[in-house]
């Protein structure tokens, strides 16, 4: 697991509600009530937290050239079902997609998405390459080439494998 700092603006919610879930220990901070908690999450709302959780993985694994780690409803299917409105402020005038009401993960997900596109940050959010890892992150090289959460972890890894490999 990474030590990076957050991603920028949104993309750090995204960030935060994909690596709920440690697919190494198999550890779910959604199964806490203080995990659920910093997501504004009930436990009526797991099973559909869970299901946008595995779907944004799924997202970003394609930015970082990664297949499908398994079969999930597409992110952009469940998006489609998230009320957003266009907020102005009244004092510049400028505009944002925002959630139509407070709360709902899947609205402010959208929201972050959007905000993502704009800023031109969204492929920067990836997941690791390894597979027993898929932990979210954003990837600051100057390339925008990252393929592990973590260099001293995952990437070392992966190195230490192809060596031994041969």
Known sequence: MSERSPAP?????????VNTLDIESGA???DTEDGRARLGLTERDLPDARELRESLRVALLAHAGHPPHRE???LGTLLAAAPLLVAV??????????PAA?????SRVAAAVAEALVAGTWTRLKACEAT?????YYDRSPAGRGRWCSMQVCGARAKMRRYRAK
């Open 9 to 17: 603006g949104g993309l750090a919610l995204i960030e935060s509600l």
């Open 28 to 30: 779910d901070a959604l």
């Open 72 to 74: 999930v409803t597409p």
């Open 89 to 98: 402020d009244d004092r510049d005038g400028s505009a944002r997609l925002a």
């Open 102 to 106: 407070e709360g709902p993960l899947l």
């Open 132 to 136: 027993t890892c898929h932990w979210a």
